[in-house]
């Protein structure tokens, strides 16, 4: 069975920087696509960033310039380097991976359980 384990959550000023790491583990012959997306108290789950396996990315517009996402398809692994972290970047933030394939005709969407980023002073 394929699971997404999170870390690197934690509490950061403003201004500061934190890194998160995503580990698909399981039977996996493939991953087309790992992303991060972030929920608030009280709002809808967004994305953040998300990345193929050529490694072409796409970014939340509020996340520009700020955030780095990359993967490793070799270790089924994604991160999203964080930098002038604001308050409003405060959420619980979970990895996603689609289209992971695992045997012929069975092409999973698997969601990580996230974990909490607090940027406050």
């Known amino acids: 069975q394929v699971q997404l384990v999170e870390s690197g959550g934690g509490l950061v000023q403003p201004g500061g920087s934190l890194s998160l790491s995503c580990a698909a583990s399981g039977n996996i012959y493939s991953i087309n696509r790992m992303g991060w997306y972030r929920q608030a108290p009280g709002q809808k789950r967004e994305l953040v960033a998300r990345i193929d396996r050529g490694s072409n990315a796409d970014y939340a517009d509020s996340v520009k310039g700020r955030f780095t996402i990359s993967r490793d398809n070799a270790k089924n692994t994604v991160y999203l380097q964080m930098n002038s972290l604001k308050p409003e970047d405060t959420a619980v933030y979970y990895c996603?991976?689609?289209?992971?394939?695992?045997?012929?005709?069975?092409?999973?969407?698997?969601w990580g359980q996230g974990t909490l980023v607090t940027v406050s002073s």
């Open positions: 996603n991976a689609q289209g992971v394939v695992v045997h012929v005709g069975d092409y999973l969407e698997v």
